[in-house]
Nanobody, 126 residues
Framework: QVQLVESGGGSAQAGASLRLSCIAS????????MAWFRQPPGSQREGLAS???????VYDKSAEDRFIISKDNAKNSLFLQMNSLKPEDTAVYYC????????????????????WGQGIQVNVSS
């Protein structure tokens, strides 16, 4: 059974940084795409960044300047370093995983991802 558990969310002031973590277990895929999505209040879930098993990253334009995705294979962990936070970053943040061929970039289409964490709230105040 695949489980993804996010942590590291909470409240922050504009300009601060937060680091989200996601611990994965039960994944049997030989190659994966792991990604971070978020869902702001009243909006659809949107992709932020992904990382393939071999480390190739994809960023959405909304994230490429301030967010950094990384992973620690030994700890089955995925991270999202969020810098220079803005009030519009307020959202529920999710990590997700899907199988990868290892050949194509990990596009940020939410329908492609098989497993999701429960989500974690991030609130940024001005």
């Amino acid at each position: 059974q695949v489980q993804l558990v996010e942590s590291g969310g909470g409240s922050a002031q504009a300009g601060a940084s937060l680091r989200l973590s996601c611990i994965a277990s039960g994944i049997t895929y030989d190659k994966t795409c792991m990604a971070w999505f978020r869902q702001p209040p009243g909006s659809q879930r949107e992709g932020l960044a992904s990382i393939r098993s071999d480390g190739v990253k994809v960023y959405d334009k909304s994230a490429e300047d301030r967010f950094i995705i990384s992973k620690d294979n030994a700890k089955n962990s995925l991270f999202l370093q969020m810098n220079s936070l803005k009030p519009e970053d307020t959202a529920v943040y999710y990590c997700a995983v899907r199988w990868s061929s290892g050949l194509s970039p990990c596009h940020l289409m939410r329908g492609d991802y098989d497993y999701w964490g429960q989500g974690i709230q991030v609130n940024v105040s001005s």
